[in-house]
Structures are given as C-alpha cells and as structure tokens.
C-alpha cells in the first residue's frame, strides 16, 4: 500500500504533527542571532582545526555557544513562543 503525504515546507516534513499546524510570528533579536551564529562559527572553526588543539579555546567556544544558545531560547521564551515540551521533558509531544 502506497501513501502519499505533501507538506508545505521541508521544515513541516520533519516537525511533529502536533507542532505542524502552529503558525508563529517571532521577533528575533539581531545582536542574540549574531552572537549565535559568531559562536557556532568559532566553535566549527575550532573542532575542526587539528593542527593545534587549544583545548581551553576549544572549552571557552563551547561554554559561548551554550550561552548563546540558551539567551537566544530566553528570548523566544519572553515572548511568549508556544514551546511544546519534547521526550527529554514529559516523554512525549502534546497531542
């Protein structure tokens, strides 16, 4: 038996369903997306760079990178961005 299922994005392909039909209008914070990104590029740069292993840079980009991560998920937080809790959290999706 053949199924065909469409979705509207690739995103959508790979969210689960209860998370599918939420649309979300977020305002991001450029200075939070830039320190992101600058932090996830600097850790990639690092991990990759196996002629010198500079394990207290290596340690510091990923301490930045958590940070940044977890202010940019502060911020979507405030404003009020509907968060469903995942398996690690309550074991399962909201229906």
Same mark, same amino acid.
Request: hydrophobic share 50%.
């Given at each position: ?8 994005? /690739?995103d959508? *392909? ?40 500079? /394990? $207290?840079?290596?340690? $510091?980009?990923?301490?930045?990178? *958590?940070?940044?991560?977890? *202010? /940019? ?8 961005? !509907? ?5 690690d959290? $309550?074991?399962?999706? !909201?229906?």
């Amino acid at each position: 038996m053949d199924i065909a299922v469409t979705f509207e994005s /690739l995103d959508d *392909a790979f969210a689960p369903p209860a998370l599918q039909a939420i649309q979300v209008n977020v305002i991001f914070d450029p200075a939070l997306v830039r320190r992101l990104a600058y932090a996830k590029l600097r850790l990639d740069r690092l991990e990759q760079d196996r002629a010198s292993r500079d /394990l $207290s840079a290596l340690m $510091s980009a990923r301490v930045e990178f *958590a940070l940044a991560s977890r *202010a /940019l998920a502060d911020h979507l937080i405030a404003q009020q961005f !509907p968060v469903a809790p995942g398996p690690d959290c $309550s074991g399962s999706f !909201p229906a």
